[in-house]
Each structure stands twice: as C-alpha cells, then as structure tokens.
C-alpha cells in the first residue's frame, strides 16, 4: 500500500518568513496530493491540492509542487502570518481509491510574531 | 447541513463497554469516509460507504469494530468491547462522490476508553 513520509515534524519561523514542508510517497499509482491545515480541537481543513498532471499550484500565499519522477511534493508558504500556525498534513490518493487517502504524520507549525 | 456533523464530541468511557460514535454528512455527499487519529499522527483510514453500502472496509482494525450508513446519509460507527488502544480522534468526511478526491472532514468524536 501507499507510505507517505512527511518532515520537518515541527517547524518554527518567524512571522513574514517563509515555510516550506515537504512529503515522499511510495505508490506510482497515486495521483492526487491534497495538504490539510488542522486547528486545535478542528478536522482536518483543506487547503490546496494538486493532481499528477500538473508540476505546480499556486493560490495567494501558499504554493503546492510535485516531483512525479521523484515522488515527492512541496508545500509552500509565503509571508507567515500567526494565524498561519497549526498542523499541516500531506495526503496521497490514487483515481481507484479517490477517498481513501494516505495521510503523512503532520507538521506543526508555529509562526512567532 | 452547512458542513459535517460529528456527536458526541468527546466520549470517555469504561474498557469493555461499548460505544457509537455518529457522523451526519453533507448534505447531497453520497460518499462518506471513517478515519482515525490517534495522538501525533495523521488520520488513518478505516471505512468508506458509496450510498447505503459499505464499499470497502479495509481498514477498519478488527471485528471489533462495525458501521453502518442504512438511508445513505447518516453513519454509526460502533465499536464493540473497547480497549484502552481504542483511544482516538474518530473523523469523518464527506465528499460529492467517490471519485470526487476532495474531502471535508468533521471535527471529529474523541474518544478516551479508561
């Protein structure tokens, strides 16, 4: 089955610096990557995805790239801000078994004014 | 509703005993998604129903654990017998349909067997 390695585990940088978390996967079948932001006490909310047929992905301040060749991809934060802070997981799931996502195991992030 | 609805919020209970934990999704989601976190990690897959069927259940631990999605909207998820490694976050998304990847998840059930 699908492995997802995410790392840095935690991540602290100061506010207007950027932040860049990055994820392996394992399964050559797998073609969607969607990255999640979960608050304390919240799901898990999603913040921007990627498909294989794209390299990258851009949406204000955060950015999305993905190495298929490597099987690696990169999320992208630009300009911190506090509200930036909380736990970021990377997911990975094939067209066969579009729901069923493999999740990294996090990285908390924390953003200091 | 507006988004995925998850009762109770937090559910502590006793080792053996056992518990349903409820997950009311979006509505006019025909697929819906069971996964669990555990402290520090991400969420793990357990179950996901097409309508009222449960169209693959590989994840779910053991015979232990069982849901249900009887009318396709509303889903159980019931754990019998629990066990203090039981303890976990029980989230549960909903999406458009099953190949539609994107999902909104619930704010999730605690649950803290002693």
């Known amino acids: 089955g699908e492995n997802v390695e995410q790392h840095p585990s935690t991540l602290s940088v100061q506010e207007g610096d950027s932040a860049v978390i990055k994820c392996t996967y394992s399964?050559?079948?797998?073609?969607?990557f969607p990255w999640y932001k979960q608050e304390l006490g919240k799901g898990p909310q999603l913040i921007i995805d990627?498909?294989?047929?794209?390299g990258e992905k851009k949406d204000q301040r955060i950015a999305v790239t993905l190495n298929k060749t490597a099987k690696h991809f990169s999320l992208h934060i630009t300009e911190t801000q506090p509200e930036d802070s909380a736990v970021y997981f990377c997911?990975?799931?094939?067209?066969?078994?579009?729901?069923?996502?493999?999740f990294g195991d996090g990285t908390t992030l924390t953003v200091k004014p | 509703g507006a988004g995925v609805s998850q009762t109770p919020s937090n559910k502590v209970t006793e080792k053996g005993k056992y518990v349903e934990l409820r997950c009311d999704p979006i509505s006019g989601h025909t697929a819906l998604y069971w996964y669990r976190q555990s402290l520090g990690q991400g969420p793990e897959f357990l179950i996901y129903f097409q309508g009222t069927g449960a169209a693959d259940d590989s994840g779910l631990p053991n015979d232990r654990f069982f849901a249900v999605r009887p009318e396709g909207s509303v889903s159980t998820l019931k754990i019998q017998r629990t066990e203090r490694g039981d303890s976990a976050v029980y989230l549960c998304?909903?999406?458009?349909?099953?190949?539609?990847?994107?999902?909104?998840f619930g704010a999730g059930s605690r649950l803290t067997v002693l």
């Open positions: 998304a909903s999406s458009l349909n099953f190949g539609a990847n994107v999902l909104t």
């Open positions: 990627i498909r294989s047929n794209v």
């Open positions: 399964d050559s079948a797998s073609n969607y």
């Open positions: 997911a990975a799931s094939s067209k066969t078994n579009a729901g069923k996502s493999t």
